[in-house]
Structures are given as structure tokens and as C-alpha cells.
């Protein structure tokens, strides 16, 4: 049972869009080397959020990314389940229904203990990261980073950053 | 994001196994016969079942596995932990030591905010796991199956439980 890195990354990703000022965006090669990150596969999760709709982009030389929405409204869960996928992580294959026992099919239109149980810590899992969004994740990591930090990530984003002019979506 | 398709047969034997006469155990061959999956792989389950301390077997001719504990006393967590490892799902590789901005080492003592977050939403997904025993999916079932269909299981269990002499561990 494993989230991949991807889910790790676009939230760093996206964590460092929220700083961007209004209008600009990022590159997907400076996304992928803010934290030293292969750029293919950094794209790959940009596309993953521009796909949900959580970032939008511009295309061609001044090609940039930047959050769709406010930070407040983007949560964790909404980056996991744009990386991941938002299938259930545990896939009932309804084996209650085979062998010498079989329960029958009209005895079968609800889930089964097992499968509800996990299905209940699923929606605790989701729930739990719901809960948390860009916003807060940015207002946690300003109150506990050295200022100097701080003002070193603002020189960079401004160095970095250029005008979204062609949102494409 | 998936869990093994080995917790969902682990979770429905050890189910099975809750039911069993006292001191009387089944064969990894009828466990796995009774939801019609691969003995090889169901043994494999119970391996890692039996190194967890959930099950006890007893070798040779008349082998078999029954629970080590009650039912009331064994968690959905605790079998899911002995199938798929305790690991988190989530496995922050510290990105944030990477790169132009990287954080300082004296600076991230504490795991940082995503990661954070992600630990806090498995704990609720462990949690969850962690207040359901074999001894409520077993009463949850009963309650709602049909009589004939516990007949039938009951039935099953006493013409394939044997004796499990040797409890080797």
C-alpha cells in the first residue's frame, strides 16, 4: 500500500504555486528544480493537475503553470485524487459469492462487512486530507520557517516567475 | 494507491477461521477452496498471518490454521498491517532539502507540513481499521444472512475442521 512520489511532488508543486504572485506563473522546468526533480516526470503530474482543473497553464516559450483556484480551495485530497486516482484503494472482488458456500446474488446488493469496513477508513483517509488545503499548508509553513528562508523562496519565485498571459485551461 | 487483493482473501479466512469449533482448525487448501481462490497465494496470506502472530498452524498430514487469539481481539488493522506491512503509504523523501531554496537540515527536525498531513490522515484510516474486530464483522454477518445460508457454512466448517493437535505457533 503505497501513494507515489507524484503525490508527494505535486503537492510540493502546488504548495509553491500558491506563493506565486497574481498573474504569474512557473515552468514546469523550474517546478521540477525548485526541489531538484526530474522535469519529465514532474510534467507528468502538472498535466495530472491540469487535467482536474486545479492548475491552469499557458503554452509555447512563455509556457507557465499556475493554481486554477484560491489555495484555500484546493485540498489534499483534491491533488491525491488528481495523482492517483480517486478509485477506492480496496477492490472488492466480491469472493463471498464463490465456493461451496457462495452467498447468492439477490443476497448480495449490499457491500459486504468487509468491503463497508474499509470503505468507511477510506472516507476517514479522504476526509482527513480534505480537511487540509493549500492555504493552511502555506500559512503552517510560513509560521514555522526562518524568516531568511522565506525571503530566499521570494527571490526565487520572482526570478522565476513570468506572466501567464495565455491561459489555455 | 491499492491495497493487495491478499487482505481482502486474508481478511475472509480469517473470517472464516472466527467461526471454527474450539481447538479444531482447516487446511490452507479448504480456505482457499472456500472462496474458490489459488492455494498457493492463500497460503501465502496466511504466512504472513501466522508470522504476525494472528494465526497458529500445526504442521504435516493433518496441518491446519486456526486464530491464535479471539476474534474480538484481532483488528481489521492488525490483519491489514500483517499482510501489507505497517510502512505509511505516504513516504515523504524530504524534497525540501533539495534545490536553490533547500531547506537547512537543523530546519526540518520535524516532519513538514504535507508530510504531516498525510501521516494524520493514515492514523485516521488506521484508526478506523483498528475499531473493527473479526468479532463484529462476524456478528455483522450473521445478523445479516440468511438463516440457511449460516446452516450451510456451519455444515462446510464441521465436515472440513480437523483436530489441530500440534499448535506449532
Known amino acids: 500500500m503505497q501513494i507515489s512520489k507524484g503525490v508527494e511532488w505535486a503537492v510540493h508543486a502546488a504548495s509553491l504555486m500558491a506563493a506565486l504572485p497574481e498573474g504569474q506563473g512557473l ?12 522535469a519529465a516526470y514532474m ?11 486545479l492548475v491552469q497553464s499557458s503554452r509555447g516559450a512563455n509556457g507557465g503553470y ?23 484503494a ?14 447468492k446474488p439477490k443476497d448480495c446488493k449490499n457491500p459486504c462487512q468487509i468491503a463497508a ?20 499548508i502555506g500559512a503552517q509553513f510560513a509560521a514555522h520557517s526562518p524568516q531568511e528562508h522565506l525571503l530566499h523562496i521570494f527571490q526565487w519565485l ?3 516567475a513570468e506572466p501567464l498571459s495565455q491561459a489555455d485551461g
Not at 515552468?27 to 526530474?38: F, M, S
Not at 484546493?74 to 485524487?81: F, V
Not at 477510506?122 to 488545503?133: C, G, H, M, N
Open 27 to 38: 515552468k514546469a522546468a523550474a517546478l521540477a528544480r525548485y526541489h531538484e526533480l526530474p
Open 43 to 53: 510534467a507528468k503530474q502538472l498535466q495530472a493537475l491540469s487535467k482536474a482543473g
Open 66 to 88: 499556475r493554481l486554477a483556484k484560491p489555495a484555500a480551495d484546493i485540498s489534499l485530497w483534491d491533488i491525491t485524487a488528481a495523482v492517483e486516482g480517486a478509485k477506492p
Open 90 to 103: 480496496f477492490r472488492c472482488t466480491e469472493i463471498r459469492q464463490n465456493g461451496p458456500c457462495a452467498a
Open 117 to 136: 469496513a474499509f470503505s468507511a477508513a477510506e472516507q476517514a483517509f479522504r476526509d482527513s486530507l480534505k480537511a487540509v488545503t493549500l492555504g493552511d
Open 158 to 160: 520572482s526570478s522565476e
